[in-house]
Structure formats: structure tokens, C-alpha cells
């Protein structure tokens, strides 16, 4: 009942993707999480995104043949804006003014960020550049819908532990904490699971667990809001034929009658 909202009803509402809604959860769940440990100012998170690795961004290319384990690796800042955390809680506009902001960072990526690994790594231009900015010290991996079971085409095997490569116990962690989140479809419905992991003795399985019920409860005041009146909307990168900020999106859609849907033009 809590995963079903958060892949269909929350991101429809706001015409976006699953990832926008986890994500704008995740923001909001560590900068609570920092505030009640002194970090007043802490209004952002620096967050490495795991992509699939096969956008569409090359003219021609078809790997829909190709069998392997594609990958992009990107930095975000998420930053969630919140004034009003009680509004925010309590599943308030503020919840939906938060998913808005970064839907629109998130959209602000080129390519999906897929590029920022060559000019990182491969371009001498732009790698000792890149190379001394601030490193995040999160990393996230919404790696998608799986079916469960075995009597289906493509299943996780029954003895896998969970997806994802195997790695020297020696190697360091590139992450302080690692969150790589699945959802399962399965005969009682779809089912939202996470993987929490940190280098032992760096944070503890209490603050881990804090951060995560936090993340579970943002995820609750987005799921409060998107169901109550007057929820979602567009944001600018929505409407391509014309530049409007956000204040003005709102505005007009204030204006609208409740059930009024926006006709775009194609």
C-alpha cells in the first residue's frame, strides 16, 4: 500500500518519474537528518546517481542486442528548498513545492548525466577541473521494476543475494553510503526494497536506520500530498514552446478549476 502511490499516483501527478520522487525524498530525509545533528545550514545533498547507461543519445546506435552491464555515474545536488517542515510533514504544498525543485534539477542534467564520466576521466580539459570539486558522499541506485518468483521470462535467481558486482574486500568504499533500491512485483503486488551500506565503524546501524525511516517518511508526506486536493502540476521544463518560471506555473494553475486539465499543444 505504500510502494503502489509512489509508482503510479505521485509521479503522474506531477508529471515526472519514479526517480524524482525517491530522490526528493532522499533530500529531504538527509537534511532533516543533519539538522537534528547541529547542521542548521545544511540545506543540500551532494549525491552520486547511478543510471542504466543506455540513453538514447547517439544517433543510430541500437543495443537492444547487446547483453551486458551498462552504467553511468553522475553528481546532483539535491536541493529541496523546505521553509515550512511542519507543512512539509504534515503532507502540505510544501511537499510538492520540495518534488517540483527537483524534478527541475534533476531535468537539468544533460543527457541524463551520461556524459560527465568523459569529461571526467577522458578529457584533459575538464578532468583536473571536475577532479577537484567536492566529491559526494552518497550514492543511489534505483536500478527499477523486477519480476519475483521464477515463472517468468527474467526473475533475480533465488539464491542472488541481491543485484549488483561483486568487489575486493579490500577495495575501499567510493561512498560513505550506498543506497541501491529495487522494487519487485510480486503476486501481493509491487514492493519497494532498499539496501543500506557503510564502511563499518564510520556510522552506526542506529543513524543508518534514522536516515532511512526518515526517507520512508518523506516518502509518506509526498504519497499525503499527492492525494490531497490540488496537488502536482507542471514545472518550466514541462512546457517547451513557451518560458515560464515556476511562481508563474503555479499561478495559472491556481486559476484553474479542480479537474481542469492543461490541453498542451504537440
Not at 539538522?35 to 543495443?63: F, S
Not at 552504467?71 to 502540505?92: C, F, H, I, N, Q
Amino acid at each position: 500500500e505504500r510502494t503502489e502511490p509512489l509508482l503510479t499516483r505521485v509521479p503522474a501527478a506531477f508529471h515526472g518519474g519514479v526517480n524524482d520522487v525517491l530522490l526528493t525524498a532522499l533530500g529531504l530525509a538527509v537534511a532533516d537528518w543533519r539538522h537534528r545533528r547541529g547542521h542548521a545550514d545544511a540545506t543540500g545533498v551532494l549525491v552520486d546517481l547511478e543510471g542504466h547507461g543506455r540513453e538514447d543519445i547517439v544517433e543510430g546506435a541500437d543495443l537492444s542486442r547487446t547483453v551486458g552491464w551498462f552504467t553511468s555515474l553522475y553528481p546532483v545536488r539535491l536541493e529541496p528548498g523546505v521553509e515550512d517542515w511542519a507543512d512539509l510533514w504534515g503532507g502540505g504544498r510544501e511537499a510538492g513545492q520540495a518534488l517540483k525543485r527537483v524534478k527541475e534539477q534533476l531535468r537539468g542534467l544533460p543527457d541524463s548525466g551520461i556524459g560527465y564520466g568523459l569529461l571526467r576521466h577522458l578529457n584533459p580539459d575538464t578532468a583536473r577541473e571536475l577532479a577537484a570539486l567536492p566529491t559526494p558522499q552518497i550514492g543511489f541506485n534505483y536500478l527499477g521494476r523486477l519480476a519475483a518468483g521464477t515463472d517468468t521470462d527474467w526473475a533475480a535467481a533465488p539464491e542472488a543475494d541481491g543485484l549488483g558486482g561483486g568487489a575486493d574486500d579490500a577495495m575501499p568504499l567510493p561512498h560513505a553510503l550506498e543506497i541501491n533500491a529495487t522494487t519487485e512485483d510480486g503476486p501481493g503486488g509491487a514492493r519497494l526494497g532498499v539496501v543500506w551500506s557503510w564502511p563499518d565503524g564510520l556510522l552506526s546501524e542506529d543513524d543508518v536506520r534514522d536516515l532511512a525511516e526518515t526517507w520512508f517518511r518523506a516518502l509518506d508526506a509526498l504519497v499525503a500530498h499527492a492525494e490531497g486536493p490540488g496537488a502536482g502540476g507542471h514545472t518550466p521544463s514541462d512546457l517547451t514552446l513557451v518560458s515560464l518560471t515556476q511562481d508563474e506555473i503555479d499561478a495559472f494553475e491556481d486559476e484553474l478549476e479542480p479537474g481542469t486539465e492543461w490541453e498542451m499543444p504537440k
